[in-house]
């Protein structure tokens, strides 16, 4: 795919390309939502990739 291109996401939201099939990325998409965000889309399943954000006081070696 490439950049400026429309794709519509496993979960069913449409994204815009930033960084496609000409980048270095080899595994996932740079896309860009509806909303504004800037995400990271598995290639294969265009799936999104967790955001800072979801994982946020998750990591055990933050925990005490």
Not at 7 to 34: F, P, R, W
Not at 46 to 59: F, N, P, Q, R
Request: charged share 35%.
């Amino acid at each position: 795919m490439k950049k400026d291109e429309v794709i519509k996401l496993s979960d069913g939201q449409k994204a815009t390309i930033v960084k496609g099939d000409e980048s270095d990325y080899k595994n996932c998409y740079i896309v860009q939502l509806e909303d504004g965000q800037i995400r990271v889309v598995d290639r294969k399943t265009l799936t999104l990739a967790k955001s800072a954000g979801d994982t946020k006081g998750k990591h055990s070696y933050y925990h005490k």
